[in-house]
C-alpha cells in the first residue's frame, strides 16, 4: 500500500492519516521479517491488529505500519485439563468467542462482542462483564524485538493486570504471535461475576448459566451501550470506553460514586460515572464532530468529521473537568500513536 493510504481506514475511530508504509502479514514469518527488516534498517515500525484501541495521529505515523493477518486455531482436547487452544494473533476476537461457546470451551462467554484481534487482546488484558482474558490465557507466544527470538512466555509472567499486562507496559517490545488459552470443558459458564448480567440473566452474582445465554446477553447489554460495531450507528466509531475505571484509595471515593474493592485495600470506581456528574452528558457536544456516545459517556466518537485533533480536545476536556471536579486523573485506555493527550 502506498504512503496516500490513510491509517482511519484501519481504526474504529475512523482517524489518523497515512504511515510511510503498510505492509500486511498473513504468516508469522512475514511478521518477523517487516519488523526485523524496520529494527535493522533502524526504522520506526507500528503494529496494526483491528485497529480498535488506538488513536492514530492526523499527520499520520512514520515509517512502516504492519497489519496482522496471520489466521489458524489449533485445539487440543484433554478430558482432564479442559482444551488447549492456540489461536493465532490476526484471528478475530468474537470469531474465536462464538466458536468457544459452539465447542463448549467456557470461559470467554462475557468477552462477547469486543472488537479487534485476538494477538492484542493481552496487550491490555481485555476485560467485561467479570471476566478478562487473564482468566484463561496459559501462555503467549511472542518475538522479542530486543532477544531477536520468538519465546514462549507462560501467562505467570505475562504481568496481567487491571486493563495492563507486561506488553502494554513495554510497548512494541514483544509482537505477539499466538495466544494459548486453557478452557474447561462444558456447556455452562464461568460464574458471573458482574451484577448488571447477572441480573440479565435471572442468576445470583456467582451463578453459572448456559454459555449460549451469557453470549446473548452480553451482546444485547453491549449493543444498548454501543459497544457492539456497527458501521451505520456513529456511536460505535470509537476506541470503546476512552478511560480506565481509576483505582483509589478507599476515602477518595467520591460520594455516592460505585465503588469496587480491590484485594490490595484499594478501591476502583466508574468513570463512566465521573464523567457524568463532572457535568458531561451522553451526546456532549451538541453539535460537535467529536462527541460523548449518546449511549454511553464514556465512549468518545466520531460522529463522521471528527479528527484525531478533535477527539483528543474532547477527552482533554473532560479529563481536566474530572480533574477539576472530584481530584481524579482519569487515564486513557487506548494507544496514542504519535499524539499525546498532554
Ligand atoms: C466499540 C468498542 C468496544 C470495546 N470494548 C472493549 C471491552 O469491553 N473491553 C476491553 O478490554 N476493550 C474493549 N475495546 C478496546 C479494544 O477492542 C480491545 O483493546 C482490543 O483487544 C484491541 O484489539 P485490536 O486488534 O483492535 O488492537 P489494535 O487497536 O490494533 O492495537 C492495540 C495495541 O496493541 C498493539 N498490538 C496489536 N496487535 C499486536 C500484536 N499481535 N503484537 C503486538 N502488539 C500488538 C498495537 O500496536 C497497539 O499498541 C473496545 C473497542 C471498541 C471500538
Redesign the pocket.
Known amino acids: 500500500m502506498t504512503s496516500e493510504t490513510p491509517l482511519s481506514g484501519f ?3 475512523r482517524t489518523g492519516g497515512p504511515a510511510g508504509r503498510v505492509v500486511v502479514a498473513e504468516t508469522d514469518a512475514a ?1 518477523i521479517d517487516a519488523i526485523s527488516a524496520a529494527d535493522a534498517a533502524g526504522e520506526p515500525v ?9 488513536v492514530v495521529a492526523d499527520d499520520g505515523l512514520p515509517g512502516t505500519v504492519v497489519l ?1 493477518r496471520t489466521r489458524g486455531i489449533e485445539v487440543s482436547v484433554d478430558a482432564c485439563a479442559g482444551a488447549w487452544v492456540t489461536v493465532a ?2 484471528e478475530p ?1 468474537d470469531d474465536f468467542v462464538a466458536r468457544a461457546v459452539a465447542e463448549e470451551w467456557s470461559g470467554v462467554e462475557a ?1 462477547s ?5 485476538t ?3 493481552p ?6 462483564y467479570g471476566q ?1 482474558v487473564a482468566d484463561t490465557i496459559a501462555r503467549v507466544t ?1 518475538y522479542d524485538r530486543v532477544a531477536g527470538r520468538t519465546e514462549v512466555i507462560a501467562a505467570g509472567d505475562c504481568g496481567f493486570a487491571y ?1 495492563t499486562s507486561r ?2 507496559a513495554d ?2 517490545r ?4 499466538s495466544v494459548t488459552f486453557q478452557v474447561p470443558l462444558g456447556s455452562l459458564s464461568a460464574p458471573i461475576a458482574y451484577a448488571e448480567l447477572a441480573q440479565r440473566l435471572g442468576v445470583a452474582v456467582g451463578e453459572r448459566a448456559p454459555a449460549r445465554d451469557v453470549r446473548d446477553a452480553v451482546l444485547e447489554l ?1 449493543r444498548g451501550k ?4 456497527d458501521p451505520a450507528d456513529h456511536d ?1 466509531w ?4 476512552f478511560f480506565t475505571n481509576p483505582v483509589v484509595a478507599s476515602g477518595d471515593v467520591p460520594e455516592g460514586a460505585p465503588a469496587w474493592p480491590q484485594p490490595d485495600g484499594s478501591v476502583k470506581t466508574s468513570a463512566a460515572w465521573l464523567v457524568e456528574q463532572a457535568g458531561f452528558p451522553r451526546g456532549y457536544p451538541e453539535g460537535g464532530a467529536a462527541r460523548l456516545s449518546t449511549k454511553h459517556t464514556l ?1 468518545i466518537t466520531n460522529r463522521g468529521s471528527a479528527s484525531t485533533a478533535d477527539v483528543l480536545a474532547l477527552a482533554r476536556e473532560i479529563r481536566t473537568g474530572v480533574r477539576e471536579r472530584f481530584g481524579i486523573e482519569l487515564v486513557a ?3 496514542l ?1 504519535g499524539c499525546a493527550l498532554d
Open positions: 481504526t474504529t475511530l511478521l507500528t503494529i496494526l491488529g483491528g485497529g480498535s484501541n488506538v496482522v494473533a490476526g476476537w468477552l462482542g469486543i472488537p479487534g484481534l494477538g492484542a487482546t496487550i491490555q488484558n481485555v476485560g467485561a478478562e511472542a486493563r506488553f502494554k510497548p512494541g514483544h509482537v505477539i504471535l453491549r454501543g459497544m457492539v460495531l460505535t470509537s476506541v470503546g470506553s465512549a485506555e487506548p494507544v500513536l
